[in-house]
């Protein structure tokens, strides 16, 4: 439906190619390093290209586009003003000691610095956390096959996560980065061709500007950056500042396993950090190519239901034969890139945090990659039948956000006492992770109660922060902190080099 023979042609090679592209890295893999971490062999480049692509994947390419459909420009601060400072402040300060410690998740290394307690809730947490994230990245896999092709969702659902399950079994951590990177160019390709056919479709921005305050009073604000407290969206610029850029994007960048993988597999400390700093460059691109189209879209196209088909019915209408074949498989290389780094996230965490730590703690290193291998497909298929959850929210952005204001407060609170002030003991760090969860889930549970917006997140992350931080500091100066000899290479400056 809608597509050339030219560019089904293009789709079909595209996925047979990442497909064997991604399991030519099977015969690098011996050992659970190897998989989890790709042997520790890899360069800032990839690096670098691989957390972009693990971060834009589905929830930026769609969920971005529909968000900016819906709120306007406002979206765009996840990225310019969230992203770029916490990524600087992770290259700086916690990518090094992470990488120095040789740790293979974040959990170990909050293990480390507090106790066994913290690490187990930690990778709980981030497990359920990427398991059902995947489940909204496949639910936007098949918003977008079914825009595009008219293909049944569950349909669409099943043959990405086939594709993308194959060659990460396979592969581990290296067919995922080195992937991503091919697939990031790709997407770029595809982004510019939406942008300049998008504008060149509306009559320029001028053109476009004029539509949308045409459309009524209610979209005055869509070109503003920063919205008044008394807005009806999700962005007002308290939580913008408070919630995203001093809370959730930090928690992001510093704390997500997805997101830190890949400098965990640096060959050495310098492509670590070099890898992130060159991420967060790409990613001062993206709000133009992916936030943009969703204004485009919604001066052509001003009465859509859902604002997450705006980015597929763009591709769809605008693009001729041959480009939209290429820009089709441009937007599914972000779905899937996306899928494989949360999966090899997932199973990373569960099999050295969980099942290496509590099931069994001295089997083989064989038997360790087998596991991780099985926990990756049973964890694909956990996203699988979760995925039609993501029609409770309004858009997918807003419920990777909502799902993340649960625990990123009180995540980002241990994190940063535990690297910046040794004074922070392991009961601290309990207590403020367990007390500043339970807050945000009480908040998001009677938030009608405290907030006068539908989805108030970014508020609910930086309460818990504040309160999750507040605990640490008490509970801390009244416990027994670990001496020195213990924090060396945990905690800032605490170092023996």
Same mark, same amino acid.
């Given at each position: 439906? =809608?597509?050339?023979?030219?560019?089904?042609?293009?789709?079909?090679?595209?996925?047979?190619?990442?497909?064997?592209?991604?399991?030519? %890295?099977?015969?690098?893999?011996?050992?659970?390093?190897?998989?989890?971490?790709?042997?520790?062999?890899? @360069?800032?480049?990839?690096?670098?290209?691989?957390?972009?692509?693990?971060?834009?994947?589905?929830?930026?390419?769609?969920?971005?586009?529909?968000?900016?459909?819906?709120?306007?420009?406002?979206?765009?601060?996840?990225?310019?003003?969230?992203?770029?400072?916490?990524?600087?402040?992770?290259? !700086?300060?916690?990518? @090094?000691?992470?990488?120095?410690? +040789?740790?293979?998740?974040?959990?170990?290394?909050?293990?480390?610095?507090?106790?066994?307690?913290?690490?187990?809730?930690?990778?709980?947490?981030?497990?359920?956390?990427?398991?059902?994230?995947? +489940?909204?990245?496949?639910?936007?896999?098949?918003?977008?096959?079914?825009?595009?092709?008219?293909?049944?969702?569950?349909?669409?659902?099943?043959?990405?996560?086939?594709?993308?399950?194959?060659?990460?079994?396979?592969?581990?951590?290296?067919?995922?980065?080195?992937?991503?990177?091919?697939?990031?160019?790709?997407?770029?390709?595809?982004?510019?061709?939406?942008?300049?056919?998008?504008?060149?479709?509306?009559?320029?921005?001028? #053109?476009?500007? #004029?539509?949308?305050?045409?459309?009524?009073?209610?979209?005055?604000?869509?070109?503003?950056?920063?919205? @008044?407290?008394?807005?009806?969206?999700?962005? @007002? *610029?308290?939580?913008?500042?408070?919630?995203?850029?001093?809370?959730?994007?930090?928690?992001?960048?510093?704390?997500?396993?997805?997101?830190?993988? /890949?400098?965990?597999?640096?060959?050495? #400390?310098?492509?670590? $950090?070099?890898?992130?700093?060159?991420?967060?460059?790409?990613?001062?691109?993206?709000?133009?190519?992916?936030?943009?189209p969703g204004l485009i879209a919604l001066s052509l196209y001003p009465d859509l239901s859902d604002g997450d088909r705006a980015l597929p019915l763009l591709v769809k209408n605008l693009l001729p034969? =041959?480009?939209?074949?290429?820009?089709?498989?441009?937007? %599914?290389?972000?779905?899937?890139?996306?899928?494989?780094?949360?999966?090899?996230?997932?199973?990373?965490?569960?099999?050295?945090? &969980?099942?290496?730590?509590?099931?069994? $703690?001295?089997?083989?290193?064989?038997?360790?990659?087998?596991?991780?291998?099985?926990?990756?497909?049973? !964890?694909?298929?956990?996203?699988?039948?979760?995925?039609?959850?993501?029609?409770?929210?309004?858009?997918?952005?807003?419920?990777?956000?909502? &799902?993340?204001?649960?625990?990123?407060?009180?995540?980002? /609170?241990?994190?940063?006492?535990?690297?910046?002030?040794?004074?922070?003991?392991?009961?601290?760090?309990?207590?403020?992770?367990?007390?500043?969860?339970?807050?945000?889930?009480?908040?998001?549970?009677?938030?009608?109660?405290?907030?006068?917006?539908?989805?108030?997140?970014?508020?609910?992350? *930086?309460?818990?922060?504040?309160?999750?931080?507040?605990?640490? &500091?008490?509970?801390?100066?009244?416990? $027994?902190?670990?001496?020195?000899?213990?924090?060396?290479?945990?905690?800032?400056?605490?170092?023996?080099?």
């Amino acid at each position: 439906m =809608g597509m050339a023979p030219i560019d089904v042609f293009i789709v079909i090679v595209f996925l047979i190619g990442i497909l064997f592209f991604g399991t030519f %890295f099977r015969r690098f893999v011996k050992t659970s390093e190897d998989y989890f971490l790709a042997k520790r062999m890899l @360069p800032w480049w990839a690096i670098g290209m691989s957390i972009v692509v693990a971060d834009i994947g589905a929830i930026e390419y769609m969920g971005m586009a529909g968000g900016t459909y819906r709120f306007g420009l406002a979206q765009a601060n996840f990225d310019w003003i969230g992203c770029i400072p916490a990524m600087l402040v992770a290259a !700086i300060i916690f990518i @090094p000691y992470y990488w120095k410690a +040789g740790v293979y998740t974040v959990p170990e290394y909050l293990g480390r610095r507090y106790n066994v307690y913290v690490q187990s809730i930690e990778a709980f947490l981030w497990i359920a956390f990427l398991a059902f994230v995947l +489940g909204i990245i496949l639910w936007a896999t098949a918003i977008f096959l079914n825009t595009m092709l008219g293909w049944p969702q569950w349909l669409s659902i099943i043959i990405t996560a086939s594709i993308v399950g194959i060659y990460t079994i396979s592969g581990g951590l290296s067919a995922v980065v080195m992937t991503n990177a091919l697939q990031l160019i790709i997407m770029f390709i595809g982004a510019i061709a939406v942008l300049v056919l998008g504008f060149k479709s509306v009559g320029g921005w001028g #053109e476009m500007t #004029e539509k949308i305050y045409s459309l009524g009073p209610e979209f005055k604000d869509h070109f503003k950056l920063l919205l @008044p407290m008394d807005t009806t969206t999700p962005y @007002p *610029w308290a939580g913008i500042v408070f919630g995203a850029t001093l809370v959730i994007s930090p928690a992001y960048w510093i704390g997500n396993q997805a997101i830190i993988q /890949a400098s965990l597999g640096a060959r050495n #400390e310098w492509d670590a $950090k070099a890898g992130v700093m060159w991420a967060a460059i790409l990613k001062t691109l993206i709000p133009f190519l992916i936030a943009i189209p969703g204004l485009i879209a919604l001066s052509l196209y001003p009465d859509l239901s859902d604002g997450d088909r705006a980015l597929p019915l763009l591709v769809k209408n605008l693009l001729p034969p =041959g480009l939209t074949g290429l820009v089709f498989a441009a937007f %599914f290389a972000a779905l899937m890139s996306t899928v494989a780094a949360y999966l090899e996230s997932a199973a990373t965490l569960f099999t050295k945090d &969980i099942y290496q730590k509590f099931v069994k $703690k001295d089997a083989s290193d064989k038997h360790y990659l087998t596991v991780g291998r099985i926990l990756t497909a049973v !964890i694909i298929l956990f996203g699988i039948i979760i995925a039609p959850l993501s029609e409770k929210f309004p858009g997918i952005f807003v419920a990777l956000q909502t &799902i993340m204001s649960i625990f990123y407060g009180p995540t980002f /609170a241990i994190l940063l006492l535990g690297m910046l002030w040794k004074r922070s003991t392991q009961w601290g760090g309990l207590y403020g992770l367990i007390l500043g969860v339970l807050l945000s889930s009480f908040l998001f549970t009677f938030k009608s109660h405290f907030f006068n917006i539908s989805e108030p997140f970014l508020y609910i992350s *930086w309460w818990s922060f504040v309160f999750a931080i507040f605990v640490n &500091i008490i509970v801390s100066l009244f416990t $027994k902190c670990k001496s020195d000899e213990e924090l060396e290479g945990l905690v800032y400056r605490i170092n023996k080099d």
